[in-house]
Nanobody
Framework: QVQLVESGGGSVQAGGSLNLSCTAS????????VAWFRQDPGKAREGVAV????????YYADSVKGRFTISLDNDKKTFHLLLNNLKPEDTAMYYC?????????????????WGQGTQVTVSS
């Protein structure tokens, strides 16, 4: 059973930073993509950032470009999302995801495995 575990969420003031981590129970090199999504209550889960395992190509939602950075850890089981210059509208539950069957890399339904989520709260 594949497991993904997020950590690093918290509460910060606008302009602050957080570093989220997602650790997998297996070597993530077996997947093509890993990603971060976020979700507010009552809203659809939004793709935030994706990274290609093979060559490190990244994709970002327009709302976070230039502020968020997705990266791979050298341990082959962890990936990160660095959140800089946070805004109140970034407040959400953040989820990591892995293993696409088919579909767009920034679409939640494309992914097979999910973490339990970590809360990010940004105050003004």
């Amino acid at each position: 059973q594949v497991q993904l575990v997020e950590s690093g969420g918290g509460s910060v003031q606008a302009g602050g930073s957080l570093n989220l981590s997602c650790t997998a129970s297996i070597n993530i090199a077996k997947w093509d993509y890993v990603a971060w999504f976020r979700q507010d209550p009552g809203k659809a889960r939004e793709g935030v950032a994706v990274i290609t395992i093979a060559d490190g190509t990244t994709y970002y939602a327009d709302s976070v470009k230039g502020r968020f950075t997705i990266s791979l850890d050298n341990d082959k089981k962890t990936f990160h999302l660095l959140l800089n210059n946070l805004k109140p509208e970034d407040t959400a539950m953040y989820y990591c995801a892995a293993d696409i069957s088919a579909g767009n890399v920034l679409t939640a339904s494309s992914y097979n495995y999910w973490g339990q989520g970590t809360q990010v709260t940004v105050s003004s």
